[in-house]
C-alpha cells in the first residue's frame, strides 16, 4: 500500500514537474522564426549570397580602366660594345620607370552579359536559400504539433492516473467494510500500476518531442521552454487546383528552378560573345637614366626630362578561328540550359504530386478526426452509463475498468487523428502560401 501511494506521487510529480518548469511560453511563429534566424544551414547558404554578392562586383569592376606602374634598375659589369663598335671595360647602369593604363573601349558584349549573369545568378542563390528556410518552416511546424499531440496524450494519461487512483480508494473502502472481495483491490492496484506506466511513457515521449524541438530551435537546453496552444477553430481544405495555382506564384524551390534556366539563358549570350570582336585603347608614359663609367654622364634629372617618351594605342581582335573553342561552349550552354528547363518540369510534377498527396491525406485525416470525434463521444457515454451502474452494483469491476479503458484509447486516437488533421492542413496551406 505504501509503495503504490509513493509510485503515485513520484509519478503525478514528475508530470506536473514538467509543468512546473515552465518558464516562457513559445508560439508557433516565434518558433519558426527563431529557427530561421539561428539555423546553420540557413547561415552557410547565407554566405553563398555574400559570395554572389561579391561576383556581382567582380563583373562590375570589369568595366573599370587597368593601370599599373613599374620601374627597372639595372647593372652591367666588364666588357661591352661601345659607340665605335669595340669592346670595352667600362661599368653602366641604368634606370627606367612607366606607368600604363588599358581601357576596354568594346570588349565583345562581355563583360555587359557576364555582369548579368551574376546578377541573376545571385537572384538564384537567395529563392534556393529561401527554399531551405521553407523546409526549416515546414520542420518546425511538425514538431510543434507533435510537441502538443504529446502533451495532450501526457494530459490525459495524467487523467487515467486519477480516475484509477480515485477508484482504487473506494475499493480499499469497501474492502474494508466486507462489501467487495480483496482480489478486486488487487485488480484496481495492478490497473493503477499500469495507468501510471502509461503515464511515466507518455511523459517521457513529451519531454523528447520537447528537446526535439529545442534542438531544432538551436536552443542550447528546453528548459524553461513550453509552446502555446493552437485555436480551437477548424480549417477548411482547400482544392487541388487552388492550391497548385498559388504555389505555382510563391513555391521559392520553383522559382529557383525558374532563376536557373533565366541563368542558362545568361550563360549562352556570354559563350556567343566569343564570336564578337573587341577593341581596347592602351596609352603609358616612360623616362630612363643611362650611366657609363669613365665618360662624362647627364644628370639625373636632365636625362629623364630629356628622355621622357609617352604612347597611345588600339588595339583590335577579330576572331577568325579558336579552333571551334567558342562554338563548343555555346553548345554547352545550350545544353544546360536544357538541363535547366527539364528541372523546372521536374519541380512541377513532383509540387503537383506533393499537393495532391496532401490534399488526400488532409481530407483522409478530417475523415478520421470526425470518426474519432463521434467514437470518443460513445466510448464517453458508456462509461458515464457503466460508472453508473458500477457505482450501484449493478456491473462488475472488469465491466468497469473495460468501459475506461476503451473511453481513454478513444481519447487517444481523438487527440492523434486530430493532431494528424492539423498537421496535414497545414502542410497543404503552407504549399499555398509559402509561410506568407
Known amino acids: 500500500m505504501n509503495y503504490t501511494k509513493k509510485a503515485i506521487t513520484t509519478c503525478l510529480s514528475l508530470s506536473l514537474g514538467v509543468l512546473s518548469s515552465i518558464a516562457e511560453t513559445w508560439d508557433m511563429d516565434r518558433c519558426i522564426d527563431y529557427a530561421l534566424e539561428h539555423n546553420i544551414q540557413v547561415k552557410i547558404q547565407e554566405q553563398d549570397i555574400e559570395q554572389?554578392?561579391?561576383?556581382?562586383?567582380?563583373?562590375?569592376?570589369?568595366?573599370?580602366?587597368?593601370?599599373?606602374?613599374?620601374?627597372?634598375?639595372?647593372?652591367?659589369?666588364?666588357?661591352?660594345?661601345?659607340?665605335?663598335?669595340?669592346?670595352?671595360?667600362?661599368?653602366?647602369?641604368?634606370f627606367s620607370a612607366s606607368a600604363?593604363?588599358?581601357?576596354?573601349?568594346?570588349?565583345?558584349?562581355?563583360?555587359?552579359?557576364?555582369?548579368?549573369?551574376?546578377?541573376?545568378n545571385l537572384q538564384q542563390i537567395a529563392l534556393q536559400v529561401?527554399?531551405?528556410?521553407?523546409?526549416?518552416?515546414?520542420?518546425?511546424?511538425?514538431?510543434?504539433?507533435?510537441?502538443?499531440?504529446?502533451?495532450?496524450?501526457?494530459?490525459?494519461?495524467?487523467?487515467?492516473?486519477?480516475?484509477?487512483?480515485?477508484?482504487?480508494?473506494?475499493?480499499?473502502?469497501?474492502?474494508?467494510t466486507g462489501k467487495i472481495a480483496e482480489i478486486e483491490v488487487l485488480e484496481a492496484e495492478s490497473q493503477l500500476s499500469q495507468d501510471q506506466l502509461t503515464l511515466?511513457?507518455?511523459?517521457?515521449?513529451?519531454?523528447?518531442?520537447?528537446?526535439?524541438?529545442?534542438?531544432?530551435?538551436?536552443?542550447?537546453?528546453?528548459?524553461?521552454?513550453?509552446?502555446?496552444?493552437?485555436?480551437?477553430?477548424?480549417p477548411l481544405i482547400p482544392s487541388v487546383s487552388s492550391v497548385y495555382s498559388d504555389a505555382l506564384l510563391v513555391n521559392n524551390t520553383l522559382k529557383a528552378a525558374d532563376a536557373s534556366v533565366d541563368v542558362a539563358d545568361a550563360a549562352i549570350k556570354v559563350a556567343q560573345t566569343g564570336y564578337?570582336?573587341?577593341?581596347?585603347?592602351?596609352?603609358?608614359?616612360?623616362?630612363?637614366?643611362?650611366?657609363?663609367?669613365?665618360?662624362?654622364?647627364?644628370p639625373f634629372k636632365k636625362q629623364f626630362r630629356e628622355n621622357y617618351s609617352t604612347y597611345i594605342g588600339l588595339s583590335l581582335n577579330i576572331p577568325i578561328f579558336d579552333a571551334l573553342s567558342t562554338r563548343t561552349s555555346v553548345k554547352r550552354a545550350h545544353v544546360q540550359r536544357h538541363s535547366a528547363m527539364l528541372q523546372v518540369d521536374q519541380v512541377k510534377n513532383e509540387l503537383y504530386k506533393s499537393i495532391q498527396q496532401a490534399h488526400v491525406q488532409a481530407s483522409g485525416a478530417k475523415e478520421k478526426y470526425s470518426a474519432a470525434q463521434v467514437s470518443c463521444n460513445a466510448s464517453k457515454a458508456s462509461f458515464e452509463a457503466m460508472s453508473e451502474k458500477y457505482n450501484i452494483g449493478r456491473a462488475t469491476s472488469t465491466e468497469y475498468e473495460q468501459a475506461k479503458t476503451n473511453y481513454f484509447a478513444?481519447?487517444?486516437?481523438?487527440?492523434?487523428?486530430?493532431?494528424?488533421?492539423?498537421?496535414?492542413?497545414?502542410?497543404?496551406?503552407?504549399?499555398?502560401?509559402?509561410?506568407?
Open 100 to 120: 600604363q593604363v588599358s581601357i576596354p573601349l568594346f570588349s565583345g558584349l562581355r563583360n555587359i552579359r557576364t555582369y548579368e549573369q551574376s546578377k541573376l
Open 276 to 298: 564578337i570582336p573587341t577593341l581596347s585603347l592602351s596609352g603609358g608614359v616612360g623616362s630612363s637614366y643611362f650611366t657609363v663609367s669613365g665618360m662624362e654622364n647627364l
Open 410 to 436: 478513444s481519447n487517444i486516437q481523438l487527440i492523434q487523428a486530430h493532431y494528424e488533421y492539423l498537421l496535414r492542413y497545414r502542410i497543404l496551406d503552407f504549399y499555398r502560401t509559402a509561410g506568407r
Open 52 to 94: 554572389g554578392k561579391l561576383q556581382v562586383s567582380s563583373s562590375w569592376h570589369s568595366f573599370l580602366p587597368q593601370v599599373s606602374a613599374g620601374a627597372s634598375q639595372s647593372f652591367n659589369f666588364g666588357r661591352g660594345l661601345t659607340a665605335q663598335n669595340t669592346y670595352a671595360n667600362r661599368n653602366t647602369s641604368s
Open 200 to 234: 511515466v511513457n507518455a511523459t517521457n515521449d513529451y519531454q523528447l518531442a520537447l528537446l526535439d524541438l529545442s534542438q531544432l530551435l538551436q536552443l542550447d537546453t528546453p528548459e524553461g521552454f513550453e509552446v502555446a496552444d493552437l485555436d480551437g477553430s477548424e
Open 130 to 176: 529561401e527554399a531551405t528556410r521553407d523546409n526549416i518552416t515546414l520542420n518546425v511546424i511538425a514538431q510543434y504539433l507533435q510537441v502538443l499531440y504529446s502533451k495532450e496524450v501526457m494530459a490525459t494519461a495524467s487523467n487515467q492516473v486519477q480516475l484509477s487512483t480515485v477508484e482504487l480508494e473506494r475499493r480499499r473502502a469497501m474492502a474494508e
